[in-house]
């Protein structure tokens, strides 16, 4: 569904109807259809030559960055004597090492789509030199670094080694179409002579050897490469238990600041007002229980008891709202931000094109960050126009982006509204981040797994 508004006033849109299911006989799905054949034939091929660029761009740069590192090791060893020089740059070492395994991670990834994490930078586990040593100590025996670095290795020598196969179809084609130019009655070869008569068949199957030979480099380096680098059941479950940590300790903190926030709002706002239609309707009684009762001192005062009674249970719906949105159960995140939006006091642009429903949590955590960066540009940027952005992303990311034209300086305090969204969006396995320099303009960006 796609909505584009600007608010205040903005209607809120119903969700779309579901999809009518796809017509046709049962029949059809027993077998792969000729097109969906075709493409993934057409993927195969495209991953095959997209493999191919790698490692020919790979024969170009992976040798500098090896001799660099090899040239770093051969200094900082020859510089040892000079003044412990050399140990400076080899304890520097094992982070661009680092450096060379995050490329080189992200650029098999981007070619096989294999998920795969950057690897990790380790920190000091104590404070003090022994703890940077440490760190460092680590940092070189880091495994994932360097078979990232192997997996370097390897593209660059199968890159090597696909340039005389390209410049062997290279001639295999020049040889095959030499009918067509040759003028003697025989073409030469380095070593060997051949017939004009014989040359296109030739010709044509030293391309077909040569093609075969790029697209073998092509799936040993893919082959290899997913070995080096897929980690292992244990690594992955090691990730997945820190993952969740992650968002255990994102979740219990989100309840702590809410919880912290719910009570802050009930002991500031609703209970004194509470006490002051008590007090109000104390004082009507005693207007009415006097000697000489005074009804229209006691009608005025039970007047404002009622305004009070009203603008207290108009703060605990706001509360509630802020607690659970039943509209985004109801009717979804469009319309659930189209009713945000519409209560704000600062003009907004709200863009939101999603297809169908994420999950709650997913949901909730999108709708919260976005309220709470409206509040904080209303209250705290004097922003006078607001734009916010929901998207889905490629992954199953729900993606959102609130920006204003405030002063900027925001910044994530210990119990502030941007520390609980950080911790809810942590706990609904998404990520936050926020840009606000000096002077503006704000701008909150959160992605969370749909599925979540």
């Given amino acids: 569904m796609t909505t584009t508004s600007t608010a205040p006033g903005r209607d809120p849109a119903a969700p779309d109807s579901p999809a009518p299911p796809p017509s046709g006989p049962p029949g059809d799905t027993a077998r792969p259809a000729p097109a969906g054949r075709a493409r993934r034939w057409a993927a195969a091929a495209g991953r095959t030559g ?11 740069v992976g040798p500098v960055a090896l001799v660099v590192l090899v040239t770093w090791v051969g200094v900082g060893v020859g510089l040892l004597p000079l003044l412990g020089l050399g140990a400076l740059l080899l304890l520097a070492l094992p982070y661009g090492v680092w450096v060379l395994a995050r490329v080189e991670t992200a650029r098999v990834d981007g070619l096989y ?42 593209a660059s020598v199968l890159g090597l080694v696909l340039v005389p196969v390209v410049s062997a179809a290279a001639s295999a084609a020049a040889l095959a179409l030499a009918p067509l130019y040759a003028q003697d009655d025989v073409v030469g070869l380095p070593g060997v002579d051949v017939p004009v008569a014989w040359a296109p068949l030739v010709g044509a199957g030293g391309l077909l050897l040569a093609l075969a030979g790029a697209v073998g480099l092509a799936l040993l380096h893919g082959v290899v490469t997913r070995a080096l680098l897929r980690s292992s059941r244990e690594a992955q479950l090691v990730e997945q238990a820190r993952a969740s940590d992650t968002r255990r300790a994102g979740a219990v903190r989100a309840a702590e600041v809410e919880r912290t926030r719910i009570e802050r709002d009930l002991h500031d706002g609703v ?41 207290a249970i108009t703060e605990l719906r706001q509360l509630a709202r802020g607690v659970h949105a039943s509209v985004l159960d109801d009717r979804g995140l469009d319309a659930a931000l189209s009713a945000v939006v519409a209560r704000s006091v600062v ?8 297809d169908g429903r994420c999950g709650r949590t997913a949901e909730a955590a999108v709708y919260f960050a976005v309220s709470e960066a409206l509040t904080n540009a209303a209250k705290h940027a004097r922003a006078s126009r607001c734009r916010v952005v929901v998207r889905h992303r490629d992954g199953g990311l729900l993606w959102a982006r609130v920006e204003d034209d405030g002063v900027g300086g925001a910044a994530v305090l210990p119990g502030g509204g941007l520390d609980g969204v950080g911790h809810r969006v942590a706990a609904a396995g998404g990520t936050c981040r926020l840009d606000s320099p000096r002077g503006g303009p704000t701008a909150l960006e959160v992605s969370v797994p749909c599925a979540s």
């Fill in 50 to 60: 997209a493999a191919l660029a790698h490692l020919a761009v790979m024969a170009v």
């Fill in 113 to 154: 789509a294999l998920g795969l994490a950057p690897p990790r930078l380790h920190r000091r586990p104590r404070p003090g030199l022994g703890g940077a040593l440490a760190a460092v100590g680590r940092q070189a025996v880091d495994a994932t670094a360097w078979r990232a670095v192997a997996s370097a290795a390897l």
């Fill in 271 to 311: 209970q004194p007002r509470l006490v002051s239609v008590g007090m109000t309707l104390g004082l009507a009684e005693q207007k009415l229980a006097g000697p000489e009762p005074d009804a229209d001192a006691a009608r005025t005062l039970v007047a404002e008891a009622r305004t009070s009674t009203k603008a």
């Fill in 347 to 354: 003009p907004v642009d709200l863009d939101v094109r999603v």
